[in-house]
């Protein structure tokens, strides 16, 4: 059964600080998701990341994916409020998208 | 271009009551599920479809029906609610022309039974 595992859960950070998520995986993958929810909305989409060795940037966020270590970190660079939303990593089943296993999700909060 | 579109957004319903929730979508995506978000547990998968009359279970399936008539639409139905289905639904769709692409959420139905 695959497993997706995110830590920490809950982080709160200051402002300008640099920190990373990490979302780890039971069963062998070569793809995985990472997805930002603003409370009370919807799931909004941030990286794909499609092989070993990947590395997404967008702003002040990275995330990069190691199918070897079955891991993938999303790394947040010189934090700034508006980042403050939960993360979520997600890795397909099998060979299609067709069911995605989420992690818990991790809670940020950056305080000015 | 409206996406995904999830109807209604907040409902509460007794327990043992049924209803439809809704959802539609205008990408023309072979490829549409429903997910449930509950606080500390991420999003479980409840049922998907891959095309139009073509509909399987996820992980969290039971006490929930769908179908996929068409391939705009794919409504999931509580057929006697519980207390257990209150939760946030999320309908998610995505294509497989062009690549691997993300699912693509709707705004998601707030479901409270008591």
């Known amino acids: 059964e695959l497993k997706v595992e995110q830590n920490p859960l809950f982080l709160s950070m200051q402002e300008g600080k640099n920190y990373t998520i990490y979302c780890n995986y039971s069963?062998?993958?070569?793809?995985l998701y990472w997805y930002r929810q603003d409370p009370g909305k919807s799931l909004e989409s941030l990286f794909v990341l499609l092989s070993n060795g990947a590395v997404k940037q967008e702003g002040r966020l990275m995330a990069s994916l190691d199918t070897k270590a079955r891991l993938s970190t999303l790394h947040i660079t010189a934090a700034v409020h508006d980042l403050s939303a939960t993360y979520f990593c997600?890795?397909?089943?099998?060979?299609?998208?067709?069911?995605?296993?989420f992690g818990t999700g991790t809670r940020l909060t950056i305080i000015p | 271009n409206a996406g995904v579109t999830q109807t209604p957004k907040f409902q509460v319903l007794k327990t043992g009551q049924s209803m439809t929730l809704q959802c539609a979508q205008d990408m023309n995506h072979e490829y549409m599920s429903w997910y449930r978000q509950d606080p500390g547990m991420g999003l479980r998968l409840i049922h998907y479809?891959?095309?139009?009359?073509?509909?399987d279970q996820g992980e969290v399936p039971n006490g929930y029906n769908v179908s996929r008539s068409t391939t705009e639409d794919f409504p999931l139905r509580l057929l006697s609610a519980a207390p257990s289905q209150t939760s946030v639904y999320f309908c998610?769709?995505?294509?497989?022309?062009?690549?691997?692409?993300?699912?693509?959420f709707g705004n998601g139905t707030r479901l409270t039974v008591t």
């Open positions: 998610a769709t995505f294509t497989r022309q062009g690549g691997t692409s993300p699912l693509h």
């Open positions: 479809s891959v095309g139009a009359g073509i509909t």
């Open positions: 069963t062998t993958s070569d793809r």
């Open positions: 997600a890795v397909p089943k099998g060979f299609g998208n067709e069911k995605l296993t």
